[in-house]
């Protein structure tokens, strides 16, 4: 299956993405905030990342922006996981490379569908 990049300063909500993946197969990294996700995804083999906005050090756009020059992950599914659910903000989001967007708080089944979606294109 993936290995996924869960990015949030929320251990919560690291540890509800490790839940919902782990079961289906899925290695889940996880990163508490922008600068430690930029760092691991440049580390490591990842088919795809999940990514909050509001975080200290980076946030989410300006993690996505950096990602996406880094050619191991230039083409890899990021997808956006936010409390925010402003049209000007997911517009930045997909502007800056983020491939889809689910707003917290999110059900394990949605997530499941988008992952799955994300990781067969």
Partial sequence: MATVLAVDDSPSIRQMIKIVLGPAGHTVIE???????LAKAKAEAINLVITDLNMPVMN???MIKQLRTVPSCAGVPILFLSTESDETIKQQAKSAGATGWITKPFKPEQLLAVVAKLIRA
């Fill in 31 to 37: 990163a508490e905030d922008g600068a430690q996700g």
């Fill in 60 to 62: 989410g756009i300006e």
